[in-house]
């Protein structure tokens, strides 16, 4: 089992940026793909960007190429994500998941098992 605890969310002036931390306990971290997503105020969770189990490959939406950059520490139990360029409408809630994928198809919500609580992101204008 492994449990998740996001942090580094806050309130941010648009143009900003923040850097989230995903700090994961279990001794089998390192075997998961680790994805982040954002759930805007009366919307769906959505996918972000994700990391393969190795750290070796990356996948990330068109909509935040060039300003989300995710990466793990594996002997941390700690994943990453920086994001860039922030605008209002990336206000919502942060979060980070863990999935065993035996193909790398990482955007899919239901292939997550173990989810953290979410970090707050608020973008002024």
């Known amino acids: 089992q492994v449990q998740l605890v996001e942090s580094g969310g806050g309130l941010v002036q648009a143009g900003g940026s923040l850097r989230f931390t995903c700090a994961a306990s279990?001794?089998?971290?390192?075997?998961?793909?680790m994805g982040w997503f954002r759930q805007a105020p009366g919307k769906e969770r959505e996918f972000d960007c994700a990391?393969?189990?190795?750290?070796?490959?990356?996948f990330s939406v068109d909509s935040v190429k060039g300003r989300f950059t995710i990466s793990r520490d594996n002997a941390m139990n700690t994943v990453y994500q920086q994001i860039n360029s922030l605008q209002p409408d990336a206000t919502a809630i942060y979060f980070c998941?863990?999935?065993?994928?035996?193909?790398?198809?990482?955007?899919?919500?239901?292939?997550?098992?173990?989810w953290g609580q979410g970090t707050q992101v608020t973008v002024s204008s």
């Open positions: 998941a863990a999935a065993v994928l035996r193909r790398w198809n990482p955007s899919r919500l239901r292939d997550y098992e173990y």
């Open positions: 279990g001794r089998t971290f390192r075997s998961y793909s």
């Open positions: 990391i393969n189990w190795g750290g070796s490959r990356t």
